[in-house]
């Protein structure tokens, strides 16, 4: 089935520093979404990609999705505490259903 | 916040035991997705109603079932509980339509196994 893969697992940055975060399809996708969940919260939407090659920005947060439509990034520029949390990836499997990957954590540290 | 409610917040059982989680979904949805968060991990697809029916399931055993009513709210039964049910239960709500929807998640449900 469908196998969706992100890195870093973690990530650890200097407020001010920039991240970026990848995630990679087994399958095209026709769709990305990304989600951040904070630490005991639950994920909330940010962003969805539809387009091959679309690029989309909010604010500090810049996403990618490929060309081929398997492939995803989220980059942060100029960290925050404010960001810290776990950033999904996640594309529609069969139906409606959305499969996530594992997530990259971000700590940022002041 | 995005209008998607759980109860209740947090829950113990023990080996054995059952389980109904509560959900209610964000006004004007249709469609209720049900999803498994173990620590350290990303949410795993349960199963998902659209229209009071089941419209797709993940890679788990029947003992986990749901409903959803007419007013959109849903229900997620686990019987037979086991350790590693331990974990966080989300239900995610959206507007079934073409060109592919938007889950927002509640706040879920933290079940403890014991």
């Known amino acids: 089935g469908q196998q969706v893969m992100q890195i870093p697992q973690y990530q650890h940055v200097q407020e001010g520093e920039d991240f970026t975060t990848y995630c990679n399809s087994s399958?095209?996708?026709?769709?990305i979404q990304w989600y951040k969940q904070r630490p005991g919260g639950h994920p909330v939407f940010l962003i969805q990609?539809?387009?091959?090659?679309e690029v989309k920005k909010q604010k500090r947060l810049t996403f990618q999705f490929g060309e081929a439509k398997k492939n995803s990034s989220l980059h942060i520029t100029a960290t925050q505490t404010t960001d810290v949390g776990t950033y999904f990836c996640?594309?529609?499997?069969?139906?409606?259903?959305?499969?996530f990957g594992k997530g990259t954590s971000l700590l940022v540290t002041p | 916040e995005t209008g998607v409610t759980q109860s209740p917040t947090h829950l113990i059982k023990t080996r054995g035991q059952q389980v109904t989680l509560r959900c209610s979904s964000q006004?004007?949805?249709?469609?209720v997705s049900w999803y498994q968060q173990a620590l350290g991990q990303g949410p795993q697809f349960i199963f998902q109603?659209?229209?009071?029916?089941?419209?797709g399931r993940g890679n788990f055993p029947p003992r986990f079932s749901g409903l959803q009513f007419p007013n959109y709210s849903s229900e997620l039964n686990v019987n037979a509980l086991e350790l590693d049910d331990s974990a966080l239960y989300l239900c995610?709500?959206?507007?079934?339509?073409?060109?592919?929807?938007?889950?927002?998640f509640g706040p879920g449900t933290r079940l403890l196994v014991l």
């Open positions: 995610a709500s959206s507007l079934r339509q073409p060109g592919g929807e938007t889950q927002y």
């Open positions: 399958t095209t996708l026709s769709n």
């Open positions: 990609l539809v387009k091959s090659g």
């Open positions: 996640a594309g529609p499997d069969s139906g409606y259903a959305l499969n």
């Open positions: 006004s004007g949805h249709n469609t």
């Open positions: 109603y659209y229209r009071e029916e089941e419209n």
